[in-house]
């Protein structure tokens, strides 16, 4: 049984006490009451009258109350009897009628007429606060908006260790110390050191931060503390300030404990980057409240911070100096090796065809975050289920790849003859222009049939192995490949169209970094004219967002010819590629037309024996 049940429980036990206490009074005083005065007719007491044994009475307008020179027979002296009219009352005693009076008891309309008003009152003003607490997600009320909604997972109630997590061996290695430290606070400091007061979780979306969390947490069995950063801060200025004084102060009575904030950066944000910033912004003052709490604590208590972020380079840097945020732990996308892991642990959930190689699916999906990969599985096994198969094959994880990459397949999506052919031409000089380069990815997949929003075909290459750098020959022959569309355009149908759109984006955003950021130009040297507004976080395939440069305009001038020479080059080596292999495009292009999709093995097989297109025709 936790602390807060027995201090609730206690509670509970006292109040019922002492209402038992207030009740035996109550009763007791009403029943001394009504045994010191005696309520008797108005007949008896015109009889008392008669017979002189009334000492005093009290008259008002509607009873009779006296006292007695003799105790009645019951022991009291005191009595209490209505008024009755006078000449009605000598009708009833020509016959001897015993009567009295009856009092009308308002006691209940009086309390009503009190009551009903404040009730009423009450009511409206709960009914109201409760929709405007609705309205601003105060699930408690108005009362409660200075209280934590941080979710409680009490132990193992998070469900997930360590074997729940793979491909971030690294991150698992730097949080077990901190399981251990949960588990035995008083052993980590025999040596005068001391365990990190916060541990900053950073990398992009998806990589499993919130999942590292909680298996901390159910690694070490402590209560754990969940809440996001956005649900701080409401309407009413100081919320967010006490609902993180309130969420400190749960956690401290149950530590050993975990807080985890998920998406720091909503709460975090450095104070006064912004235009109208001020010192007295709600958020600066929950933030400051963090800070402060931060401080506050010992780490020796056994409570832990842990926290979530994929956009480290907008906090606060007061949050991650040193005695704050201590230590950072990058969860990155998963190499090949990760990827294997995290497609074993999440594909033991499915049924898998025995031949199913997860090296294969794993070198499909470079790039992929572990959630990209769990929702991978996901769409294969529906795929499996849609085609009524017993269980999930490797053209199920294909087919799934393909749809999470360019799209759902748009079947009914009709071309007319003449564009299906320009298509087929664009997707083929792709390809080709790939195969015919050194260091290019190999082609996996070409196809013409549309998929996602505006793409009428697509060709899939797959890397042999994971990049982390490339040469300037190397991003030379990815512009010439992604430019191999419009060039074999022109060369077969002599005109352009906006199929290349996309492909001319991506080509003048590889040629503009080439310039500016990498070094690549002999005419600006070795200089880095722009800085990227982009994180290695957020990934490479992000446009990136409008911002002002920061050099002059001749240089600018200079960076557009640089670009604009780049590109032309790009594409001119394209066309003579094209020139050169005119036949096998047009021999390629007419067998993509005819079966829409060529594999990569079909593929290689047209473009290096030109006697297989027969065969492959009559297959």
């Given at each position: 049984?936790?602390?807060?049940?027995?201090?609730?429980?206690?509670?509970?036990?006292?109040?019922?006490?002492?209402?038992?206490?207030?009740?035996?009074?109550?009763?007791?005083?009403?029943?001394?009451?009504?045994?010191?005065?005696?309520?008797?007719?108005?007949?008896?007491?015109?009889?008392?009258?008669?017979?002189?044994?009334?000492?005093?009475?009290?008259?008002?307008?509607?009873?009779?109350?006296?006292?007695?020179?003799?105790?009645?027979?019951?022991?009291?002296?005191?009595?209490?009897?209505?008024?009755?009219?006078?000449?009605?009352?000598?009708?009833?005693?020509?016959?001897?009628?015993?009567?009295?009076?009856?009092?009308?008891?308002?006691?209940?309309?009086?309390?009503?007429?009190?009551?009903?008003?404040?009730?009423?009152?009450?009511?409206?003003?709960?009914?109201?606060?409760?929709?405007?607490?609705?309205?601003?997600?105060?699930?408690?009320?108005?009362?409660?908006?200075?209280?934590?909604?941080?979710k409680i997972y009490v132990e193992a109630d998070t469900g997930v260790t360590f074997d729940d997590v793979a491909g971030v061996d690294e991150a698992k290695d730097e949080l077990r110390e901190v399981v251990d430290f949960l588990k035995n606070p008083a052993s980590y400091g025999r040596l005068g050191g001391r365990m990190p007061k916060g541990v900053l979780l950073v990398g992009p979306p998806g990589t499993g931060k919130t999942l590292l969390a909680k298996t901390v947490a159910g690694e070490a069995k402590v209560p754990f503390f969940s809440i996001s950063g956005s649900e701080f801060v409401e309407m009413f200025v100081g919320v967010g300030a006490a609902r993180v004084r309130d969420l400190f102060q749960q956690a401290h009575q149950q530590a050993p404990a975990i807080i985890f904030i998920d998406e720091l950066d909503a709460l975090g944000r450095a104070r006064g980057?912004?235009?109208?910033?001020?010192?007295?912004?709600?958020?600066?003052?929950?933030?400051?409240?963090?800070?402060?709490?931060?401080?506050?604590?010992?780490?020796?208590?056994?409570?832990?911070?842990?926290?979530?972020?994929?956009?480290?380079?907008?906090?606060?840097?007061?949050?991650?100096?040193?005695?704050?945020?201590?230590?950072?732990?990058?969860?990155?996308?998963?190499?090949?090796?990760?990827?294997?892991?995290?497609?074993?642990?999440?594909?033991?959930?499915?049924?898998?065809?025995?031949?199913?190689?997860?090296?294969?699916?794993?070198?499909?999906?470079?790039?992929?975050?572990?959630?990209?990969?769990?929702?991978?599985?996901?769409?294969?096994?529906?795929?499996?289920?849609?085609?009524?198969?017993?269980?999930?094959?490797?053209?199920?994880?294909?087919?799934?790849?393909?749809?999470?990459?360019?799209?759902?397949?748009?079947?009914?999506?009709?071309?007319?003859?003449?564009?299906?052919?320009?298509?087929?031409?664009?997707?083929?000089?792709?390809?080709?222009?790939?195969?015919?380069?050194?260091?290019?990815?190999?082609?996996?997949?070409?196809?013409?049939?549309?998929?996602?929003?505006?793409?009428?075909?697509?060709?899939?290459?797959?890397?042999?192995?994971?990049?982390?750098?490339?040469?300037?020959?190397?991003?030379?022959?990815?512009?010439?490949?992604?430019?191999?569309?419009?060039?074999?355009?022109?060369?077969?149908?002599?005109?352009?169209?906006?199929?290349?759109?996309?492909?001319?984006?991506?080509?003048?955003?590889?040629?503009?970094?080439?310039?500016?950021?990498?070094?690549?130009?002999?005419?600006?040297?070795?200089?880095?004219?722009?800085?990227?507004?982009?994180?290695?976080?957020?990934?490479?395939?992000?446009?990136?967002?409008?911002?002002?440069?920061?050099?002059?305009?001749?240089?600018?001038?200079?960076?557009?010819?640089?670009?604009?020479?780049?590109?032309?080059?790009?594409?001119?080596?394209?066309?003579?590629?094209?020139?050169?292999?005119?036949?096998?495009?047009?021999?390629?292009?007419?067998?993509?037309?005819?079966?829409?999709?060529?594999?990569?093995?079909?593929?290689?097989?047209?473009?290096?024996?030109?006697?297989?297109?027969?065969?492959?025709?009559?297959?």
């Amino acid at each position: 049984m936790t602390k807060q049940t027995m201090t609730k429980q206690t509670r509970f036990n006292i109040g019922y006490a002492i209402g038992a206490i207030f009740l035996v009074l109550i009763i007791q005083y009403i029943v001394s009451i009504g045994s010191q005065i005696a309520p008797i007719s108005y007949s008896e007491f015109q009889r008392l009258l008669h017979e002189g044994k009334i000492e005093s009475v009290g008259v008002s307008d509607r009873f009779l109350q006296g006292t007695l020179k003799e105790p009645l027979p019951g022991g009291q002296k005191q009595f209490v009897t209505t008024r009755v009219d006078q000449e009605f009352a000598g009708e009833l005693d020509k016959y001897g009628v015993r009567y009295t009076g009856q009092i009308e008891s308002t006691f209940l309309r009086d309390l009503l007429s009190w009551v009903m008003p404040v009730l009423l009152f009450v009511g409206l003003w709960w009914y109201l606060g409760k929709r405007l607490a609705g309205s601003q997600g105060l699930g408690g009320g108005l009362m409660s908006i200075g209280k934590s909604k941080a979710k409680i997972y009490v132990e193992a109630d998070t469900g997930v260790t360590f074997d729940d997590v793979a491909g971030v061996d690294e991150a698992k290695d730097e949080l077990r110390e901190v399981v251990d430290f949960l588990k035995n606070p008083a052993s980590y400091g025999r040596l005068g050191g001391r365990m990190p007061k916060g541990v900053l979780l950073v990398g992009p979306p998806g990589t499993g931060k919130t999942l590292l969390a909680k298996t901390v947490a159910g690694e070490a069995k402590v209560p754990f503390f969940s809440i996001s950063g956005s649900e701080f801060v409401e309407m009413f200025v100081g919320v967010g300030a006490a609902r993180v004084r309130d969420l400190f102060q749960q956690a401290h009575q149950q530590a050993p404990a975990i807080i985890f904030i998920d998406e720091l950066d909503a709460l975090g944000r450095a104070r006064g980057i912004g235009p109208y910033a001020g010192g007295h912004d709600e958020k600066e003052q929950t933030l400051n409240q963090l800070l402060v709490e931060l401080d506050g604590f010992d780490s020796r208590s056994g409570l832990v911070i842990l926290a979530a972020t994929n956009r480290p380079e907008i906090l606060d840097p007061a949050l991650l100096r040193a005695g704050r945020f201590d230590r950072q732990v990058l969860v990155d996308r998963p190499d090949k090796k990760g990827r294997v892991q995290i497609l074993q642990v999440h594909m033991k959930k499915v049924k898998v065809a025995p031949d199913v190689d997860v090296e294969k699916i794993a070198a499909l999906t470079p790039g992929f975050t572990g959630a990209d990969l769990a929702n991978l599985v996901n769409e294969a096994a529906l795929l499996a289920t849609r085609r009524g198969a017993d269980a999930t094959s490797l053209a199920d994880f294909g087919n799934a790849v393909e749809r999470i990459v360019a799209g759902l397949e748009k079947r009914n999506r009709l071309l007319n003859p003449k564009e299906r052919e320009i298509v087929a031409y664009h997707e083929m000089g792709h390809a080709l222009v790939a195969l015919a380069l050194p260091g290019v990815d190999p082609v996996h997949k070409v196809s013409i049939i549309p998929r996602g929003i505006g793409s009428l075909g697509y060709t899939i290459q797959r890397p042999t192995e994971d990049r982390f750098l490339m040469t300037r020959e190397e991003l030379e022959n990815k512009m010439a490949v992604l430019l191999g569309g419009r060039a074999a355009e022109l060369i077969v149908f002599d005109h352009l169209s906006t199929g290349a759109a996309d492909d001319l984006r991506r080509v003048t955003d590889i040629a503009q970094s080439m310039v500016t950021r990498y070094g690549m130009s002999e005419k600006l040297g070795n200089v880095a004219y722009d800085r990227d507004p982009r994180t290695f976080l957020t990934g490479p395939n992000l446009p990136s967002p409008p911002h002002e440069r920061e050099y002059a305009e001749k240089t600018a001038a200079t960076v557009d010819e640089e670009v604009r020479a780049n590109v032309e080059k790009a594409f001119q080596r394209a066309l003579e590629l094209l020139r050169e292999r005119r036949a096998v495009l047009d021999r390629t292009a007419r067998r993509l037309l005819e079966t829409e999709t060529l594999e990569e093995a079909e593929l290689l097989r047209l473009v290096n024996d030109p006697k297989a297109q027969p065969q492959a025709a009559a297959e």
